[in-house]
């Protein structure tokens, strides 16, 4: 292994997205909880020194993501926080369905996983939205749900505010709904939410916009609540 523990002297600006999603595609197939401790070591070299199996893929990912981390510029360390936030939601799902997965999409498609996951990751400004799209994924490998369902529903949850989403897990119903707050608003804006009609008015009260929430609404919930 002397060779694979060499000295990385590749500057970050020669790693690129393909680079960075090569990595994630590595750790979404290898990642266990000992090699995560590349994120917080300064010499990585020891990291991989006490490991006694450990492919040459899984060195070389770890080693990206490792120097990028170093000399990264401050939007670029946020990146990378999310990215280990995102890493070790990872290995909590069993190595074995991991690959599993994998072996039935194949290398070239997991790679597009992967280059999708991290255009999520550069956007999204809420932290706390990385279990939310770890749980899709995984619902995605159990195939509870397709694969343009998983990205419509992980573009959406991007683009909603964290609160909502909350607010829509506590609160999903089969029943018409009159929005009156400003999360069912939220909800409304990002497409959860859809107008079905008016309801009756009567003699002492006016007649009110109504709204279902979506179906594929109600399974996000679903996968979330599990």
Request: glycine share 4%; charged share 25%.
């Amino acid at each position: 292994m002397s060779n694979e523990l060499e000295v990385l002297t590749n500057e970050p600006s020669d790693y690129d997205l393909s680079a960075i999603g090569d990595a994630l595609s590595t750790f979404i197939e290898q990642g266990t909880d000992t090699i995560l401790s590349v994120f917080n070591s300064e010499e990585f070299s020891v990291v991989f020194e006490s490991i006694t199996e450990i492919s040459a893929d899984l060195i070389k990912a770890s080693k990206v993501l490792k120097v990028i981390q170093k000399a990264a510029s401050i939007p670029d360390k946020i990146f990378m926080n999310k990215m280990e936030q995102y890493c070790r939601g990872l290995i909590s799902i069993p190595e074995a369905k991991r690959q599993d997965y994998i072996s039935k999409i194949g290398k070239e498609k997991l790679n597009k996983d992967s280059v999708f996951i991290l255009g999520l990751l550069n956007k999204i400004e809420e932290l706390s939205k990385i279990d939310i799209l770890l749980a899709l994924f995984e619902a995605k490998m159990d195939e509870v749900i397709e694969d343009d369902t998983y990205r419509r529903l992980s573009l959406m949850v991007d683009r909603t505010l964290f609160a909502d989403l909350i607010y829509m897990q506590s609160n999903i119903t089969d029943e018409y709904i009159v929005i009156d707050n400003d999360h069912e608003q939220g909800l409304l804006a990002n497409g959860w939410l859809y107008y079905v009609g008016m309801s009756w008015g009567t003699a002492t009260e006016d007649s009110h916009q109504l709204y279902k929430y979506a179906n594929f609404a109600k399974k996000f919930c679903d996968i979330i609540n599990q």
